[in-house]
């Protein structure tokens, strides 16, 4: 005998958290949102670091809480503990990210010592020469790991010569960055206009947009606008193939056209995604993995960045099933740009685009990560309730519009990082190759 | 020292108060033996569902490593009403998210959704709770997925499973203790659908799993649909969970390895601890301990060999191998990992780790120290629990190992009353002579 799986009770409808937003004088964006479920606060600070040297820019992110004019980089870090708290800073080539965390009680000091590390960071020479070598050793690990010679092998095919092409410094570059730079780019660039405070917990939004303002309305007020260029057109192409002597997986990156979060078409094609590979129950994990079992965590993703959206494709698979596994995910590419979207796929890809909305919601930090992140794009939370709304009424039709634009095989980027010997007599009977070598 | 610099005097010379948190938690058990854990939250629409199987890497059978986390996959596979892929479709069909995970001392099954999904999740739960649908294709094809899981985690990049893999055979004798819980390709690849049935008879028994629910319900509607959909799920008896014991160790342990892939050295090193569940009071200053040690720029180690000595390029010190210091039984131990410049000489290393454990047992802890360690240690735990989901697999946990989800909203208290003098003891503890320790020693970056 079969049990019935149970209906869903009516859903809830999206239910935003409580905000409040108010613009200081030295033109710093402070938006607050109330989320009560335990006494703390969380806190993101985005500022905008469009062009800035990628060298200077990860160990400014390094070196930014290495010391004020009054307190070390280890009296900085007790002062943080008191309250509970920690700070962390990061760079890419929109923004400087800084983060942390404290106890409710701790707000005031937290945004304290956010206001004097922004206003007092100093770079002292010993901690920057030590940071600097940190780095160095950092990226040099990180230049061994697959998942990040794959996005790097992505990113240059991508993007050219624009600045996303290029997002870590090299270890040499780093070693070359001395303390004045990072002060001359801390005065040039670490500045309120156009950045962004998020700050979400249990306080009440006023209190904390007050809190706010009596710490950091002394923050400078100058500093310039710079924007990036748009990103270039992704163009098909080759199969661009990285070697890796040795490797036991190649890794698969396919960069596809997208479009931001405003665009008419963002709906569907959150939509189309989802459908492609956007989560578990998706074309591509169905196929890769439940059915063949070429790899473990394939998927695919709507990335967002200022000057332009892309989405991703990844997989890493088994070197033996690298042509295999590559084909099939270019036939689901083919299928989804090229034949109508099913009708249950495309209503259960719906209801988990628009269920996940409130899930993301419900934690402190994926809230206060969500509003910095929209803020990024000039957008609100009440974005969520207009994207609910486009992605409910997406129709069919238009899911495969935009299928057929945005994930055509013949319009995408693609990297195979593997073990060249040994995956191109296959790969090579089966796509075009290029081995980079010209 | 930090805590006498004081730009603000007012706040500084206060003490910051360690907040608690105080979830109401229900608890039951079913005529079945499954033990339930209810905590309401009605301030988001949404909810956690979290089964948790008291069964994990150390019981699996010799010859057959790896497989409580290939079962773990299986249990994915389809169940009693449900075929294959169904289960993903009708979590993610209803809006919410599923994951499982496999750990030395339990598995866990869980699924965050809108609330208007509870009833299908627990549904869902129940169905394979009564029987996984586990066939010989579907065996195959997991074993596969699995394998790929162990390369792009361990296999193909350096330092995996670092050190989480490679201390715990350096500091036990036992197969399981010491043993590799991803498990080799041949005892993966020797799995049969009848060892898949055999363990989830033994295992999966509802005796020997927890319910734990945390968000939107009431308790009454949650006691409810928990009745309805578990109460007829056959009662087995529940396992004797064997004793892992081993003893302590009397001599220094040391190991390498050659990581063809690592471009620097590493190593990682652990003494063991007290029994978490049976002496649990003997247990927590270690908990605080690690931090002490490792937590943020101002603590002793990192201070020490990262900002002062230069000689390691991060230093992380946690209690487990898993590094879930509330989720795991004895034997286990307080690991420090530490990354290690070009050329760097690990044993000066470890001797300034003996050196600074010295002056900890010597000295003692500075004015403050324990204060704001403490704080830190706080907003850990409260970070934890903000997610209902984090809620209801602590509580889960919790109750499952030590009898008592309540616990859950106690441990900043029982953290907060962690004395200056046990902590000191427990430094003096982290003697060389109880160590083992594993090496990385770079092959070169390939």
Do not use: C
């Not at chain 2, 089964?51 to 010859?63: A, L, T």
């Not at chain 2, 069909?93 to 999904?117: C, E, I, K, R, V």
């Amino acid at each position: 005998m079969s049990i019935p799986v149970p209906a869903l009770t009516p859903a809830r409808k999206l239910k935003l958290p409580r905000t409040a937003e108010r613009t200081l004088a030295n033109g710093l964006t402070v938006i607050a949102a109330r989320r009560p479920a335990v006494p703390l606060v969380e806190l993101r600070l985005r500022i905008p670091f469009a062009k800035t040297n990628v060298a200077r820019g990860m160990l400014l992110a390094e070196t930014l809480l290495s010391g004020t004019s009054e307190l070390s980089n280890v009296e900085l870090s007790a002062q943080l503990q008191r309250i509970g708290g920690h700070l962390g800073a990061s760079a890419d080539p929109d923004r400087l990210l800084l983060g942390g965390a404290a106890l409710t009680s701790g707000l005031p000091r937290l945004l304290e010592l956010l206001g004097l590390v922004l206003t007092d960071a100093v770079y002292p020479a010993g901690e920057v020469a030590a940071e600097r070598d940190r780095l160095a050793d950092q990226i040099q690990v990180a230049k061994t790991q697959p998942a990040y010679l794959a996005r790097e092998a992505l990113n240059r095919r991508v993007y050219g010569r624009h600045p996303y092409a290029n997002q870590t410094a090299e270890p040499a570059q780093v070693a070359a960055v001395r303390p004045t730079a990072l002060r001359s780019l801390h005065a040039e660039r670490v500045h309120p206009a156009g950045s962004a405070l998020v700050i979400v917990g249990d306080v009440p939004p006023a209190k904390a947009l007050d809190a706010a303002e009596a710490a950091l309305s002394s923050w400078n007020g100058g500093g310039k606008t710079v924007e990036l260029p748009p990103v270039p057109p992704i163009e098909g192409g080759p199969v661009l193939l990285a070697d890796r002597p040795g490797s036991v997986q190649s890794s698969l990156r396919i960069g596809l056209p997208a479009v931001g979060r405003t665009d008419p078409d963002h709906g569907a094609l959150q939509l189309a995604n989802l459908v492609f590979g956007g989560y578990f129950s998706s074309r591509l994990v169905e196929n890769i993995r439940e059915d063949k079992g070429y790899t473990y965590s394939p998927r695919s993703a709507i990335e967002h960045s200022s000057a332009g959206s892309a989405i991703v494709v990844s997989a890493d698979v088994a070197t033996e099933v690298t042509t295999p596994a590559l084909v099939e995910t270019w036939y689901e590419l083919g299928r989804l740009a090229s034949t109508p979207v099913g009708t249950d796929e495309l209503e259960q890809a719906r209801r988990y685009g628009i269920g996940t909305l409130q899930l993301s919601l419900a934690t402190q930090a994926g809230l206060a990560g969500l509003m910095s992140s929209l803020a990024g794009s000039g957008l609100r939370l009440d974005w969520l309730t207009g994207h609910a709304e486009r992605m409910a009424s997406a129709t069919a039709e238009q899911v495969s519009a935009v299928a057929a634009q945005y994930f055509a095989p013949a319009r995408a980027a693609t990297v195979v990082l593997g073990d060249a010997k040994v995956v191109t007599p296959s790969l090579s009977g089966v796509f075009p190759i290029d081995d980079g070598e010209d | 020292m930090a805590d006498r610099v004081a730009l603000v005097p007012a706040l500084s010379a206060r003490r910051v108060r360690i907040p608690t948190t105080n979830f109401p938690v229900e608890q039951f058990t079913l005529a079945n033996g499954l033990r339930v854990v209810l905590a309401p939250d009605r301030s988001a629409p949404v909810v956690a569902v979290a089964v948790i199987y008291d069964v994990g890497i150390r019981s699996e059978p010799e010859g057959r490593t790896g497989f409580a986390h290939l079962f773990e996959h299986l249990m994915f596979q389809g169940s009693e009403n449900l075929e294959k892929l169904a289960h993903f479709r009708y979590v993610q069909g209803s809006g919410g998210t599923f994951n499982g995970s496999t750990h030395l001392d339990y598995t866990d099954y869980y699924q965050f959704l809108p609330s208007n999904a509870l009833e299908r999740a627990l549904f869902l739960e129940a169905d394979r709770m009564r029987r996984p649908k586990i066939t010989e294709e579907n065996l195959r094809n997991q074993i596969d997925v699995v394998s790929e899981e162990i390369r792009v985690n361990v296999l193909n990049r350096p330092y995996g499973g670092f050190p989480w893999l490679k201390l715990p055979p350096v500091m036990f004798d036992t197969f399981p203790n010491a043993h590799d819980g991803y498990g080799s390709f041949v005892d993966l690849n020797a799995a049969t659908v009848a060892d898949a049935e055999d363990f989830f008879t033994t295992y999966y028994a509802a005796s020997n799993a927890t319910l734990a629910l945390a968000g939107d319900f009431t308790v009454e509607q949650a006691t409810e649909l928990v009745q309805r959909h578990f109460a007829d799920v056959p009662a087995r008896p529940r396992p004797v969970r064997p004793s892992f014991a081993e003893p302590d160790l009397t001599a220094e342990r040391r190991d390498s390895y050659v990581d063809e892939r690592a471009p620097l050295p590493a190593f990682a090193s652990a003494w063991r601890v007290p029994d978490p569940i049976t002496d649990f009071d003997a247990y927590l200053p270690y908990v605080v301990l690690a931090e002490v040690l490792t937590d943020g720029d101002s603590s002793r180690l990192v201070e020490r060999l990262v900002l002062k000595d230069r000689a390691v390029t991060g230093i992380g010190g946690y209690l487990g191998f898993m590094g879930e210091p509330f989720e795991v039984r004895d034997p286990t131990a307080l690991v420090l990992s530490a990354h290690l410049p070009p050329g760097g000489a690990i044993d000066d290393v470890l001797r300034t780790v003996d050196e600074e454990l010295d002056r900890l047992a010597t000295d003692g802890l500075s004015p403050g120290e324990l204060d704001r360690t403490k704080a830190r240690i706080a907003t850990q735990l409260l970070r934890d629990l903000d997610p209902v989901l984090g809620r209801a697999l602590r509580m889960g946990t919790i109750a499952q190992q030590r009898g008592d989800a309540g616990l859950t909203n106690e441990l900043p208290r029982l953290l907060g009353e962690v004395t200056e003098e046990s902590i000191v003891s427990a430094a003096a503890a982290l003697r060389p002579a109880r160590r083992a320790t594993v090496e990385v020693v770079p092959g070169g970056a390939k």
